[in-house]
């Protein structure tokens, strides 16, 4: 096992403004990283190395921009994660970002100031979860399992709150886009942790991959939204739910028939339920997927392709897999209404996902603009808080009658 000092994420924060400067750098380690804070942006080559993992960047500096800096790590090829912190017009945030992933860079998100905690450690969060997922390094999987922290539950609470059951499962309507009607609604896990609060799922379903509970949170999910299904069907309202299921659930080949038997104990029909898959999951996929992605479509369930758009694969490779729809990923949704790149990238996904027979899913829809850009471009359905946030069961069944 590697020692846990070199597990820990190194991080550099670039910003003229010592108050922001100590702000970020304090709270980035709190959250566990290894941190510099540079106000002298002229600093910054100096201090830079290739082992450093996130960059908080500011934008508007004195004597050396951003964007400057922005092409110093292209330059220099690297593999930090970076943060882009500014003050000024979201479409200069947009255009930097832009040049950033143009260059080949990995960006996370943009933090608009003045900067909230709440922000900054949910970015934090979700670069921890991103390279969890990535498996680069498992420094903060193995905080969790040495017994957590004041932030953070043990990998022990997490194990107990799955065997008992604990996670609650929200929902979150899909929406068609021509009528603008509900057409069913996405499963999304919650942790309400009785004195850590509200831990979200792109944070502890990567640990859950990563110590082999994965399965077992995927059932107890899945239990639970059958379950709810067949409370819909008694009252003769049938809905169609979507379960995101985790590329490490498909290692286990005897998924399609768990599935099935689940759905047929709770007297559900399996063609009902859409499982979502993330592209990035299937982009390292093995026999194995291809084999229960197949049978799971015997078994009657319908597939779907989730957050497209943020692997970089190609849709004629997947379009050979039995996949049924494609969800845009809301990087792309987020900017469809500005940014005239987003607009044709997602112009161009939408036909050709057509062309090769999927149903389209816009998700992360928070403006009307954006609506009536997806619906223009053709996209069947939509997801969003311009509908709906993820409801809890009494409030989505609530949000639904009233529709
Ligand atoms: P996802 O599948 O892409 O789910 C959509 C996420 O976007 C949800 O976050 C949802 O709350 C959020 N969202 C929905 N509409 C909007 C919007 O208009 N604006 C913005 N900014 N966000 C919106 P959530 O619930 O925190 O879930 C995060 C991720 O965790 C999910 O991303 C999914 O990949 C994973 N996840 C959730 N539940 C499960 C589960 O039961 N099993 C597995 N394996 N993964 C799950
Ligand atoms: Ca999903
Ligand atoms: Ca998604």
Request: proline share 4%; aromatic share 8%.
């Amino acid at each position: 096992m590697d020692n846990h000092e070199e597990q820990t994420f190194k991080a550099i924060v670039v910003d003229d403004d010592p108050s922001m400067c100590d702000f970020v750098a304090l709270i980035a380690a709190d959250q566990g990283l290894s941190v510099v804070s540079i106000t002298d942006p002229r600093k910054f080559k100096a201090a830079y190395s290739a082992d450093i993992d996130l960059i908080f960047l500011d934008l508007l500096m004195p004597s050396i921009d951003g964007i400057q800096l922005l092409r110093f790590l292209a330059d220099n090829q690297s593999q930090a994660v970076i943060v882009i912190m500014s003050g000024v017009d979201q479409d200069i945030l947009t255009a930097a970002e832009n040049i950033a992933t143009d260059h080949g860079l990995r960006t996370l998100g943009l933090l608009t100031k003045p900067l909230s905690p709440a922000n900054l450690i949910s970015m934090i969060d979700r670069f921890k979860s991103m390279v969890v997922a990535n498996s680069h390094k498992s420094g903060f999987a193995d905080g969790m399992a040495r017994g957590g922290s004041d932030e953070l539950p043990s990998l022990n609470e997490l194990r107990d709150v799955i065997a008992n059951r604990g996670l609650e499962v929200f929902y979150q309507p899909k929406v068609s886009l021509g009528e603008r009607r509900a057409s069913g609604a996405e499963a999304l896990v919650r942790w309400n942790h009785p004195s850590k609060g509200f831990i979200p799922p792109d944070y502890f379903v990567p640990f859950a991959e990563k110590y082999d509970l994965i399965d077992d949170l995927t059932q107890v999910v899945v239990e639970s939204v059958f379950a709810f299904s067949q409370n819909w069907l008694a009252a003769n309202a049938p809905i169609h739910f979507s379960i995101n299921l985790s590329q490490f659930n498909l290692a286990d080949l005897a998924l399609p028939q768990k599935l099935a038997d689940l759905a047929q104990k709770y007297g559900v029909p399996s063609g009902s339920f859409t499982l979502e898959i993330t592209e990035t999951g299937l982009i390292t996929h093995s026999k194995n997927d291809l084999d229960v992605l197949t049978r799971l479509r015997l078994k009657g369930f319908q597939l779907s392709i989730d957050d497209y758009g943020t692997g970089h694969s190609s849709l004629a490779r997947l379009s050979k897999m039995p996949f049924r729809e494609l969800k845009i990923d809301k990087i792309f949704v987020d900017r469809c209404d500005t940014d005239r790149d987003s607009q044709i990238i997602t112009m161009n996904t939408i036909e050709l996902a057509k062309r090769l027979g999927l149903r389209v899913v816009a998700e992360g829809i928070e403006k009307e603009s954006q609506m009536a850009v997806l619906h223009d471009l053709g996209c069947d359905q939509g997801q969003g808080y311009l509908f709906s946030k993820p409801l809890a069961h009494d409030d989505f069944r609530h949000w639904y009658q009233s529709q």
